[in-house]
């Protein structure tokens, strides 16, 4: 109850200031009108003092260029950011470091913010961060987002005053551990950063590696950084609901035979994104619904703003987003039209690609609409949650601007608590409402909601839940879309900081009466409560996590050790709330053989954020039927798994 | 948005595999990182060196230098194939306490990070059957520390 009148308290402040800078409508202005305390010739003055501003629907939507192209844009959806621009809060103050494939710091829109001392490339051991391939213009792309300076000339950032620092070749081959220790905050030119944007991300063929010795986890001090206040990682949750690009062996799921009813890649596969401080960003299109390719998971934190899969006509206006078309995030990109996204279209190695970069007429060199506005293919357009994550990096510069005294615990909590639900009913839409049949995956027409032991059906997604700290949350889109202005406003009115000091449990291992691991039975097509467990205490939740492995040995198919690919677990919570941090038939279906004894795999859920911790838990395993060219899975209709919990708790 | 790019770093990739096949004196390319070896590959794999990690078994498929230092490319019980850059991984420990422990290591390292603010030592060995056997003593010797073997088995993707 606490939480839901602090969060009527932000969002009555929010709406305030708003009003008082009309900010937000179709009436707004381009600058303040009070209390605008910045300097200099673009002081509290928006995005529209830039030439390319009516393209970056995402930061005024309703003024924009595709503000009347309706089957592309709803003309609303942005980041509510306008009102924090007219109060003159743009990211001064904050550091903000892309670790991506390079940033060209000569950029004209960018230069002007980067500090040479935040600078590195891992491919030259050099402090230039500028990349040489003609195709790596992502960095480029995230940098302006979140940085492009207000100065009269291409677009604007989200945050166009903060300092940027910028490492190459994080994509590179050969990039080590130490590389990536060094990266995020061990390295001189790391140290000082306010907020990390990493705009890549894994997609493991096996379940990968996760346990108590995991490195990941010897990332704690991240939350000392910022001079004891955490640095905050913000990360793109992937591009993999549809499919995952590059390895065709894994399979999505088919409820009926259909694709695309639940998400094909589980964001949490991505290790790094188990990690508390990193912030998983969804994306969503400018009709205001899920981009199609964005990856849903209980490991998303909020949601970010980018474009659908392709992009057509002379800026994207072409096409209808139901047919995954429309703008995407208009940005800085590598200077000249010999590379970058913008480019020439017969650059020499780039066959095909017109067809393949989904170029609009403004990124295709030499075309009239690129002569007149983009003649120098200096900007072009990204999406992805590529370019979602940049937008929330904004965002969170923005707050930081505002109140530098925010913890890393602080900024998250805002952000959850002052994004705003999209989509309301898309748990109901395309029968994934429905109970589906474990057994053969099929639709069965019942909407309940009930989970139970032994039950034959289980719902795959729950839509929107609003958990008993009356927080909404859902797999697609975690806490909904940020709202910068709603954010901003309670970090000002923050004055009591929580703790950033951050400790990770170890997990629990259930155990049998021999001190040994447990073997649990799963059952295949069905619902299996795997386990129990009772918490005491005041504790209140940030994070459920759940480890998986095998008491069974590797190559033994007397003991059956679970399909993983099959095998959905969910998380029951004492107060009610129902997590699926996979789903059966998952996309480790058809290519995995079974969850070996020594293997380790974790998987971890924000839906009961807030919650007493304090009661009892129930873990499930919602099974399908394993794949019949899995090995050392189909002989039994059972198999066996070791199972181990920890609740991440808040300060 | 990216296919190019792909395009680009999978050439990358199979360039710098091949390399290391090469320097290893191997007749055949080794599988890129996150492939799956063949059964009768992996059965060929197993006659190869073993490296224990804890309970995980791996077996070297070759041996090679990158510019950034040694790299062996590995095989896991599953099958995938992935490479280590020689690295242990100390974290949890201030750094004072970890330099005595590893004292006895440095003659067969190439190189030791201290990363003061993280607590984290990384340590660089020419061998990986010498960086698994310092995992495993000093696993013992640093009950609080987390010590870990990194190999990698997927590369980070723009998004």
Same mark, same amino acid.
């Given at each position: 109850?606490?939480?839901?009148?602090?969060?009527?308290?932000?969002?009555?402040?929010?709406?305030?200031?708003?009003?008082?800078?009309?900010?937000?409508?179709?009436?707004?202005?381009?600058?303040?009108?009070?209390?605008?305390?910045?300097?200099?010739?673009?002081?509290?003055?928006?995005?529209?003092?830039?030439?390319?501003?009516?393209?970056?629907?995402?930061?005024?939507?309703?003024?924009?260029?595709?503000?009347?192209?309706?089957?592309?844009?709803?003309?609303?959806?942005?980041?509510?950011?306008?009102?924090?621009?007219?109060?003159?809060?743009?990211?001064?103050?904050?550091?903000?470091?892309?670790?991506?494939?390079?940033?060209?710091?000569?950029?004209?829109?960018?230069?002007?913010?980067?500090?040479?001392?935040?600078?590195?490339?891992?491919?030259?051991?050099?402090?230039?961060?500028?990349?040489?391939?003609?195709?790596?213009?992502?960095? =480029?792309?995230?940098?302006?987002?979140?940085?492009?300076?207000?100065?009269?000339?291409?677009?604007?950032?989200?945050?166009?005053?903060?300092?940027?620092?910028?490492?190459?070749?994080?994509?590179?081959?050969?990039?080590?551990?130490?590389?990536?220790?060094?990266?995020?905050?061990?390295?001189?030119?790391?140290?000082?950063?306010?907020?990390?944007?990493?705009?890549?991300?894994?997609?493991?063929?096996?379940?990968?590696?996760?346990?108590?010795?995991?490195?990941?986890?010897?990332?704690?001090?991240?939350?000392?950084?910022?001079?004891?206040?955490?640095?905050?990682?913000?990360?793109?949750?992937?591009?993999?609901?549809?499919?995952?690009?590059?390895?065709?062996?894994?399979?999505?799921?088919?409820?009926?035979?259909?694709?695309?009813?639940?998400?094909?890649?589980?964001?949490?596969?991505?290790?790094?994104?188990?990690?508390?401080?990193?912030?998983?960003?969804?994306?969503?299109?400018?009709?205001?619904?899920?981009?199609?390719?964005?990856?849903?998971?209980?490991?998303?934190?909020?949601?970010?703003?980018?474009?659908?899969?392709?992009?057509?006509?002379?800026?994207?206006?072409?096409?209808?987003?139901?047919?995954?078309?429309?703008?995407?995030?208009?940005?800085?990109?590598?200077?000249?039209?010999?590379?970058?996204?913008?480019?020439?279209?017969?650059?020499?190695?780039?066959?095909?690609?017109?067809?393949?970069?989904?170029?609009?007429?403004?990124?295709?060199?030499?075309?009239?609409?690129?002569?007149?506005?983009?003649?120098?293919?200096?900007?072009?357009?990204?999406?992805?949650?590529?370019?979602?994550?940049?937008?929330?990096?904004?965002?969170?510069?923005?707050?930081?601007?505002?109140?530098?005294?925010?913890?890393?615990?602080?900024?998250?909590?805002?952000?959850?608590?002052?994004?705003?639900?999209?989509?309301?009913?898309?748990?109901?839409?395309?029968?994934?409402?429905?109970?589906?049949?474990?057994?053969?995956?099929?639709?069965?027409?019942?909407?309940?909601?009930?989970?139970?032991?032994?039950?034959?059906?289980?719902?795959?997604?729950?839509?929107?839940?609003?958990?008993?700290?009356?927080?909404?949350?859902?797999?697609?889109?975690?806490?909904?879309?940020?709202?910068?202005?709603?954010?901003?406003?309670?970090?000002?009115?923050?004055?009591?900081?929580?703790?950033?000091?951050?400790?990770?449990?170890?997990?629990?291992?259930?155990?049998?009466?021999?001190?040994?691991?447990?073997?649990?039975?799963?059952?295949?097509?069905?619902?299996?409560?795997?386990?129990?467990?009772?918490?005491?205490?005041?504790?209140?939740?940030?994070?459920?996590?759940?480890?998986?492995?095998?008491?069974?040995?590797?190559?033994?198919?007397?003991?059956?050790?679970?399909?993983?690919?099959?095998?959905?677990?969910?998380?029951?919570?004492?107060?009610? =709330?129902?997590?699926?941090?996979?789903?059966?038939?998952?996309?480790?279906?058809?290519?995995?053989?079974?969850?070996?004894?020594?293997?380790?795999?974790?998987?971890?859920?924000?839906?009961?954020?807030?919650?007493?911790?304090?009661?009892?838990?129930?873990?499930?395993?919602?099974?399908?039927?394993?794949?019949?060219?899995?090995?050392?899975?189909?002989?039994?209709?059972?198999?066996?798994?070791?199972?181990?919990?920890?609740?991440?708790?808040?300060? | 948005?990216?296919?190019?790019?792909?395009?680009?770093?999978?050439?990358?990739?199979?360039?710098?595999?091949?390399?290391?096949?090469?320097?290893?004196?191997?007749?055949?390319?080794?599988?890129?990182?996150?492939?799956?070896?063949?059964?009768?590959?992996?059965?060929?794999?197993?006659?190869?060196?073993?490296?224990?990690?804890?309970?995980?078994?791996?077996?070297?498929?070759?041996?090679?230098?990158?510019?950034?230092?040694?790299?062996?490319?590995?095989?896991?019980?599953?099958?995938?194939?992935?490479?280590?850059?020689?690295?242990?991984?100390?974290?949890?420990?201030?750094?004072?306490?970890?330099?005595?422990?590893?004292?006895?290591?440095?003659?067969?390292?190439?190189?030791?990070?201290?990363?003061?603010?993280?607590?984290?030592?990384?340590?660089?060995?020419?061998?990986?059957?010498?960086?698994?056997?310092?995992?495993?003593?000093?696993?013992?010797?640093?009950?609080?520390?987390?010590?870990?073997?990194?190999?990698?088995?997927?590369?980070?993707?723009?998004?």
């Amino acid at each position: 109850m606490r939480h839901i009148a602090y969060l009527a308290l932000v969002i009555f402040t929010a709406t305030l200031i708003s009003a008082c800078s009309g900010g937000g409508d179709s009436t707004s202005t381009t600058t303040s009108t009070s209390s605008c305390t910045e300097t200099g010739p673009y002081a509290c003055q928006t995005g529209a003092t830039e030439p390319l501003y009516t393209y970056q629907w995402a930061l005024n939507a309703p003024q924009s260029f595709f503000a009347t192209y309706t089957e592309v844009s709803d003309g609303t959806t942005d980041l509510k950011v306008e009102a924090v621009h007219k109060q003159g809060i743009k990211g001064q103050g904050v550091n903000v470091l892309v670790l991506d494939d390079g940033v060209d710091i000569n950029h004209e829109d960018l230069k002007a913010n980067v500090d040479h001392t935040m600078t590195w490339n891992f491919q030259t051991n050099t402090s230039d961060p500028t990349p040489t391939g003609i195709g790596d213009a992502h960095g =480029t792309n995230a940098a302006g987002i979140i940085a492009a300076a207000q100065n009269g000339i291409g677009v604007m950032g989200i945050a166009p005053r903060v300092t940027l620092g910028a490492a190459g070749d994080m994509d590179g081959e050969g990039i080590t551990a130490l590389q990536k220790i060094l990266a995020f905050g061990g390295a001189p030119w790391s140290i000082n950063a306010h907020v990390i944007n990493y705009s890549l991300g894994i997609n493991p063929k096996e379940p990968p590696e996760y346990s108590n010795n995991s490195y990941e986890q010897g990332s704690q001090p991240q939350a000392n950084l910022r001079g004891g206040k955490g640095v905050i990682i913000v990360q793109s949750a992937g591009n993999e609901y549809v499919s995952i690009n590059g390895q065709p062996n894994r399979v999505c799921p088919k409820v009926d035979n259909r694709l695309q009813i639940v998400s094909c890649e589980n964001p949490a596969n991505d290790t790094d994104l188990l990690f508390p401080l990193r912030l998983s960003i969804a994306a969503l299109n400018p009709k205001g619904y899920r981009a199609d390719y964005s990856s849903a998971g209980s490991v998303n934190w909020v949601t970010g703003l980018s474009g659908q899969s392709s992009a057509s006509g002379k800026y994207g206006e072409e096409g209808s987003a139901e047919e995954n078309q429309g703008p995407a995030i208009f940005s800085t990109d590598l200077i000249g039209c010999e590379k970058g996204y913008a480019r020439n279209p017969d650059v020499p190695g780039t066959p095909g690609a017109l067809a393949n970069r989904n170029l609009t007429e403004f990124s295709t060199g030499g075309t009239s609409i690129n002569l007149a506005k983009n003649s120098n293919c200096n900007y072009s357009h990204m999406n992805g949650t590529s370019a979602s994550a940049p937008t929330v990096t904004g965002v969170v510069a923005l707050m930081l601007s505002a109140n530098p005294n925010l913890t890393w615990r602080d900024v998250r909590h805002i952000l959850a608590t002052t994004s705003r639900q999209v989509d309301p009913n898309y748990g109901d839409a395309y029968q994934r409402n429905e109970q589906i049949t474990l057994a053969d995956y099929r639709f069965t027409g019942n909407t309940s909601t009930t989970l139970s032991e032994g039950a034959s059906t289980a719902r795959l997604d729950y839509g929107w839940q609003t958990n008993a700290a009356g927080y909404k949350y859902s797999n697609w889109y975690g806490f909904g879309l940020v709202n910068a202005a709603a954010a901003v406003a309670a970090a000002k009115a923050t004055t009591s900081y929580k703790p950033a000091a951050l400790t990770l449990p170890e997990f629990t291992i259930f155990k049998g009466a021999d001190g040994k691991e447990e073997d649990i039975p799963v059952h295949y097509g069905k619902v299996t409560k795997l386990k129990e467990f009772t918490v005491s205490g005041t504790d209140r939740v940030d994070a459920l996590q759940v480890g998986l492995s095998s008491v069974g040995s590797a190559g033994d198919n007397n003991i059956q050790s679970i399909c993983i690919g099959s095998v959905g677990i969910y998380v029951r919570s004492p107060s009610g =709330t129902v997590s699926v941090l996979s789903v059966p038939y998952n996309s480790y279906w058809n290519t995995h053989k079974k969850l070996y004894e020594k293997s380790s795999y974790a998987l971890s859920s924000y839906a009961f954020y807030g919650e007493r911790a304090s009661g009892t838990w129930e873990i499930f395993a919602v099974s399908g039927t394993p794949a019949t060219a899995s090995e050392a899975c189909t002989t039994s209709p059972i198999g066996t798994v070791s199972l181990g919990y920890r609740i991440i708790a808040l300060p | 948005m990216l296919p190019f790019k792909y395009i680009y770093l999978r050439s990358l990739c199979a360039l710098f595999i091949g390399l290391i096949a090469m320097t290893s004196g191997l007749a055949q390319t080794i599988p890129p990182i996150g492939s799956t070896l063949t059964a009768s590959d992996m059965e060929t794999a197993k006659t190869k060196t073993q490296i224990q990690d804890g309970k995980s078994v791996l077996w070297v498929l070759s041996t090679g230098r990158s510019s950034s230092g040694p790299l062996t490319m590995l095989v896991n019980e599953q099958g995938v194939v992935g490479r280590s850059a020689n690295e242990v991984i100390i974290a949890n420990s201030p750094i004072e306490q970890t330099k005595l422990r590893i004292a006895s290591y440095l003659s067969k390292t190439v190189s030791v990070d201290y990363v003061d603010n993280m607590k984290i030592t990384v340590l660089r060995f020419s061998a990986i059957a010498d960086a698994a056997k310092a995992v495993a003593e000093l696993r013992t010797a640093m009950p609080d520390a987390r010590i870990t073997l990194p190999v990698v088995y997927s590369i980070p993707r723009p998004r």
